[in-house]
């Protein structure tokens, strides 16, 4: 079986909306978009992690002076 061959375009003929329909572009967007989304979940995600973990140790540091602090007391 034999390839099928493509038609050569030449920049000055080539024309993205005569090539790809409308509806195909219109679901390639919406797919861009989706994506898009995701990436910004996965963004906001990451970045509340991070805090909750600079939180988490700042709450360990604290404790551990607490705990040196009331040891020398004693």
Known sequence: ??????????PSTFNATEILSQDLLSAICVEVDHEIALKQQLSKTLESRIQWGMLLQESIEKGALIRRFLAFQC
């Open 1 to 10: 079986m034999q390839p099928v061959k493509r038609r050569r375009l030449e």
